[in-house]
């Protein structure tokens, strides 16, 4: 909520414009300035990346490494190692996506059993 926006089901139905002039952010650059704080906490974020846990509780095909060392807070090299997969470009590719293109070994419920492996090991 760095950028006052509520989560709620309202708030993800309303448009950047309208969002913009309810909070009263007016322009920059020719855009509502809201998309400026929205890149803004995003740059941030990815500076200082905080682990938030895996909210889903599982490893899902939609998910990318990235996403998961994110949330996890376990560094993305880490978790290829212990997969067995390079880590050069791959971090941001769904695995789903990503096991069909390495042809990782029992598909892709396997890579997602393997890397809720390395999550859940002490």
Request: no cysteine; proline share 7%; aromatic share 4%.
């Amino acid at each position: 909520m760095v950028i006052g926006i509520q989560p709620q089901k309202e708030t993800s139905l309303i448009g950047i414009h309208r969002l913009n002039q309810e909070m009263g952010l007016g322009e920059e650059n020719g855009q509502p300035a809201l998309i400026g704080k929205i890149r803004q906490a995003i740059l941030d974020y990815r500076a200082r990346p905080i682990a938030t846990g895996l909210i889903e509780q599982r490893v899902e095909g939609w998910m990318t490494i990235q996403y998961i060392a994110n949330s996890t807070g376990l560094p993305v090299e880490t978790i290829f190692a212990e997969i067995g997969l390079p880590s050069t470009q791959n971090a941001n590719k769904p695995l789903d996506f990503l096991s069909d293109e390495v042809h990782y070994d029992g598909g892709p419920n396997a890579l997602s059993a393997a890397i809720q492996k390395v999550i859940d090991a002490p």
